[in-house]
């Protein structure tokens, strides 16, 4: 891409190139035309007009003049007659005593000026608030009527942690058991009427099983 193409293709490209291209010119003494001629193939007017022109299509608010100063009311008005009185000044010293100017007006006149500011500021929030109305009604239902639903998402149950092992093979995690109930060593008094029955069956049960095994014998010595 030739630089003539570069400077075309962005408008920070052609702003970088004018200030390079002035600063050169003014240290080196040599002419600003002649060397924006070799840098591209249109002049400075025609490229600021194309981005001033791209600007407005892409900001639908660029259509909107911007509010005026009252120093701008009043440069519109002096400069010229400032401009008849020093024809042979530049555009720097136009705007300089232009200012000059401004100081030098009184109070009355100011106000007067101060006027078709606020006047001008008053015309461009109702054209300003135009636009916006009609960009709102151009906007398709169908991007304004979206309805966003959320969708619940299940938390993550946490993985089971393991047990470290230390170098014998043994767990490391220490397991805390819980302390068995307290068991109260006196005895109910239904619990010793259960023991002392017992007891007494057992006692009864023995001479019992003894006069069993010893009938036999005896019966046998009188036969």
Request: glycine share 2%; net charge positive.
């Given at each position: 891409?030739?630089?003539?193409?570069?400077?075309?293709?962005?408008?920070v490209h052609f702003k970088l190139t004018q200030k390079v291209v002035t600063a050169l010119s003014t240290k080196f003494s040599f002419s600003f035309d002649d060397a924006w001629a070799e840098?591209?193939?249109?002049?400075?007017?025609?490229l600021t007009k194309m981005f001033r022109k791209e600007r407005r299509r892409n900001d639908p608010l660029s259509q909107v003049k911007k509010p005026r100063t009252s120093f701008s009311f009043f440069t519109q008005e002096f400069r010229p007659k400032v401009q008849t009185a020093n024809p042979k000044a530049s555009f720097g010293d136009l705007s300089r005593l232009v200012s000059v100017e401004w100081k030098k007006i009184t109070d009355s006149d100011r106000v007067r000026f101060k006027g078709m500011e606020t006047s001008d500021k008053e015309r461009y929030q109702v054209?300003?608030?135009r636009v916006m109305a009609e960009l709102a009604s151009a906007?398709?239902?169908t991007e304004t009527d979206v309805v966003v639903t959320e969708v619940p998402v299940a938390e993550p149950t946490p993985a089971p942690t393991k047990a470290k092992r230390s170098?014998?093979?043994?767990?490391?995690?220490?397991?805390v058991e819980?302390?068995?109930?307290?068991?109260?060593?006196t005895p109910t008094p239904s619990a010793t009427k259960a023991t002392t029955k017992e007891v007494t069956k057992k006692a009864t049960a023995k001479p019992a099983a003894k006069r069993a095994r010893v009938a036999p014998k005896a019966t046998a010595q009188t036969v």
């Open positions: 891409m030739s630089i003539s193409s570069q400077i075309r293709a962005s408008e840098l591209s193939n249109k002049n400075v007017d025609s054209e300003r608030a906007v398709p239902a170098a014998k093979g043994k767990s490391s995690a220490k397991t819980a302390p068995a109930p307290a068991v109260d060593p």
